[in-house]
């Protein structure tokens, strides 16, 4: 599995690197990216994650890198899209804020239920909901701070086509994310999980 999964996040970010429209931009979107791989290598031999959640960290990787190519104005399957759907706007930020809850909420989970942090059910997903929250409220404060910085450069890296509400519908892909993640996958997430610890339980020390 690592191996393939090294060769399918390299490969994308190759491509990725080649030509996008323009660096600034690229880094940003692609650097997430990056931090996530450093720390799971980091952490690869002490707390080993599920395989679900290493595919999934990857298919959020692939979707950061595709937007960093293009931009996530200028994704062009998803300016196909626009007259079949009718939409005013190329769409494809709203997947990345989508997965930005949905990932996250299977990591959020796997950690407090291997770390035995919350013992209820009910509460640790209102917990995990609220986690992927505030991390979604925290990447929208990034983006004004670059914003900021970067003034008329920043544009492509915040992506808001002009939609004044961008920032709150962000927010709320981001919660519809994270209930579909526990909704669709808490019961093979809660198999990964046993299978895990039935192995090798050092990886919860």
Same mark, same amino acid.
């Given at each position: 599995? @690592?191996?393939?999964?090294?060769?399918?996040?390299?490969?994308?970010?190759?491509?990725?690197?080649?030509?996008? #429209?323009?660096?600034?931009?690229?880094?940003? =979107?692609?650097?997430?990216?990056?931090?996530?791989?450093?720390? &799971?290598?980091?952490?690869?031999? #002490?707390?080993?994650?599920?395989?679900?959640?290493?595919?999934?960290?990857?298919?959020?990787?692939?979707?950061?890198?595709?937007?960093?190519?293009?931009?996530?104005? =200028?994704?062009?399957? +998803?300016?196909?899209? @626009?007259?079949?759907?009718?939409? /005013?706007?190329?769409?494809?930020? @709203?997947? !990345?804020? +989508?997965?930005?809850?949905?990932?996250?909420?299977?990591?959020?989970? /796997?950690?407090?239920? #291997? %770390?035995?942090?919350?013992?209820?059910?009910?509460? %640790?997903?209102?917990?995990?909901?609220?986690?992927?929250?505030?991390?979604?409220?925290?990447? /929208?404060?990034? /983006?004004?701070?670059?914003?900021?910085?970067? !003034?008329?450069?920043? =544009?492509?890296?915040?992506?808001?086509?002009?939609?004044?509400?961008?920032?709150?519908?962000? &927010?709320?892909?981001?919660?519809?994310?994270?209930?579909?993640?526990?909704?669709?996958?808490? !019961?093979?997430?809660?198999?990964?999980?046993?299978?895990?610890?039935?192995?090798?339980?050092?990886?919860?020390?």
């Amino acid at each position: 599995m @690592k191996t393939l999964w090294l060769a399918v996040f390299f490969l994308v970010l190759a491509w990725s690197a080649v030509q996008p #429209r323009d660096y600034p931009t690229w880094t940003l =979107e692609v650097a997430p990216a990056l931090i996530g791989l450093v720390i &799971m290598a980091w952490t690869y031999n #002490r707390f080993r994650l599920t395989s679900l959640l290493y595919w999934l960290i990857l298919a959020h990787c692939v979707v950061l890198m595709v937007g960093g190519h293009y931009t996530y104005a =200028e994704v062009p399957l +998803f300016d196909y899209l @626009k007259p079949l759907f009718g939409w /005013e706007r190329n769409n494809y930020d @709203k997947l !990345g804020h +989508f997965m930005q809850g949905f990932v996250p909420a299977i990591l959020a989970r /796997e950690i407090l239920i #291997r %770390r035995a942090v919350v013992a209820s059910a009910p509460w %640790r997903n209102l917990f995990v909901v609220s986690l992927c929250l505030a991390f979604s409220a925290f990447y /929208e404060l990034i /983006e004004w701070w670059v914003a900021v910085l970067t !003034g008329t450069a920043s =544009e492509a890296f915040l992506g808001t086509q002009g939609y004044i509400w961008d920032t709150q519908s962000d &927010m709320l892909w981001a919660l519809l994310g994270a209930v579909a993640a526990l909704v669709t996958l808490s !019961g093979v997430h809660d198999r990964q999980l046993a299978n895990l610890r039935g192995s090798d339980g050092s990886h919860d020390n």
